[in-house]
């Protein structure tokens, strides 16, 4: 049996008020203190957990949106955050940059201060979109991030795990306006989740806005590849802190393993690319 490293991982499922940057980061610090009482080593925040995400269905939102440089000064708070805590944390913001806005998650640690960002690749009109994958060298885990509709992408989270990743995260912001059917809108969303998870044989942190009409869908997945899914942590409430310890094989790539196995398909794939660039 090889060894195996376990981290405790956190996400919070947080009720962000539309475009109150003080108000969300107030409540997210707290957060990030309940966490380390907790003993949570890497932290996840939803996506565009600054500033909330209604006001992207209004018609002069991305125009009055609060939204700064990465790094910046919410980067400077929650750095100082972790280095009084001890926790790596992950958060989401709108990034300014120029030409637009970014829909980004930056990562902070204890001892290195901020590590870097990741951008929303597969980003609605009104961001501009990112184009790297971003793996995180934290003392824990090496760690990948994808923000929400990335999900649909199977390249880019494979990516990560091929970089190194052990563990993946998801800052996400969805919901249905109407509240109703919930379990059976997010079929889609849960299946895609479980899918990087399965193919990539590494765990699923997805840390989800929070509504105040119903419960939202923040989960910590297994990646176990046969029989119902395993959640080793699903919100109950509708603002709410999971946790869940995640074990993995330190010294395994999966990706890799896949790679070595059946070579051919890879380079296959590779040409495909290549020809229809």
Same mark, same amino acid.
């Given at each position: 049996?090889?060894?195996?490293?376990?981290?405790?991982?956190?996400?919070?499922?947080?009720?962000?008020?539309?475009?109150?940057?003080?108000?969300?980061?107030?409540?997210?610090?707290?957060?990030?203190?309940?966490?380390?009482?907790?003993?949570?080593?890497?932290?996840?925040?939803?996506?565009?957990?600054?500033?909330?995400?209604?006001?992207?269905?209004?018609?002069?939102?991305?125009?009055?949106?609060?939204?700064?440089?990465?790094?910046?000064?919410?980067?400077?708070?929650?750095?100082?955050?972790?280095?009084?805590?001890?926790?790596?944390?992950?958060?989401?913001?709108?990034?300014?940059?120029?030409?637009?806005?970014?829909?980004?998650?930056?990562?902070?640690?204890?001892?290195?201060?901020?590590?870097?960002?990741?951008?929303?690749?597969?980003?609605?009109?009104?961001?501009?979109?990112?184009?790297?994958?971003?793996?995180?060298?934290?003392?824990?885990?090496?760690?990948?991030?994808?923000?929400?509709?990335?999900?649909?992408?199977?390249?880019?989270?494979?990516?990560?795990?091929?970089?190194?990743?052990?563990?993946?995260?998801?800052?996400?912001?969805?919901?249905?306006?109407?509240?109703?059917?919930?379990?059976?809108?997010?079929?889609?969303?849960?299946?895609?989740?479980?899918?990087?998870? +399965?193919?990539?044989?590494?765990?699923?942190?997805?840390?989800?806005?929070?509504?105040?009409?119903?419960?939202?869908?923040?989960?910590?997945?297994?990646?176990?590849?046969?029989?119902?899914?395993?959640?080793?942590?699903?919100?109950?409430?509708?603002?709410?802190?999971?946790?869940?310890?995640?074990?993995?094989?330190?010294?395994?790539?999966?990706?890799?393993?896949? +790679?070595?196995?059946?070579?051919?398909?890879?380079?296959?794939?590779?040409?495909?690319?290549?020809?229809?660039?």
């Amino acid at each position: 049996m090889p060894d195996q490293k376990t981290v405790r991982v956190g996400a919070v499922q947080m009720i962000c008020r539309d475009n109150d940057p003080d108000a969300n980061v107030a409540a997210a610090l707290a957060y990030c203190d309940r966490a380390a009482r907790r003993g949570v080593e890497i932290l996840c925040f939803p996506e565009c957990a600054t500033t909330g995400f209604d006001w992207l269905k209004q018609p002069d939102g991305p125009s009055r949106v609060h939204a700064e440089p990465v790094p910046g000064p919410t980067v400077e708070r929650f750095a100082a955050k972790a280095r009084q805590i001890g926790v790596y944390i992950i958060m989401g913001i709108v990034e300014r940059v120029d030409g637009g806005l970014c829909n980004t998650a930056f990562v902070v640690g204890p001892e290195e201060g901020y590590m870097g960002r990741q951008r929303k690749v597969l980003a609605e009109a009104v961001f501009v979109p990112g184009t790297e994958a971003n793996v995180f060298d934290t003392a824990p885990a090496r760690i990948g991030i994808f923000i929400c509709a990335d999900m649909r992408s199977p390249e880019l989270s494979r990516l990560l795990v091929l970089k190194g990743a052990q563990v993946l995260f998801q800052p996400t912001a969805y919901f249905h306006a109407d509240g109703g059917d919930i379990r059976r809108r997010y079929m889609g969303k849960c299946c895609a989740q479980r899918a990087r998870a +399965m193919e990539n044989v590494v765990h699923v942190v997805a840390a989800n806005i929070g509504r105040p009409e119903y419960v939202n869908n923040s989960r910590i997945i297994a990646p176990e590849q046969q029989g119902p899914e395993v959640a080793l942590a699903r919100a109950t409430r509708r603002e709410q802190l999971l946790v869940a310890d995640v074990t993995f094989d330190p010294d395994a790539n999966p990706v890799r393993d896949v +790679m070595a196995r059946s070579p051919e398909l890879f380079a296959e794939y590779a040409r495909q690319l290549q020809e229809s660039g």
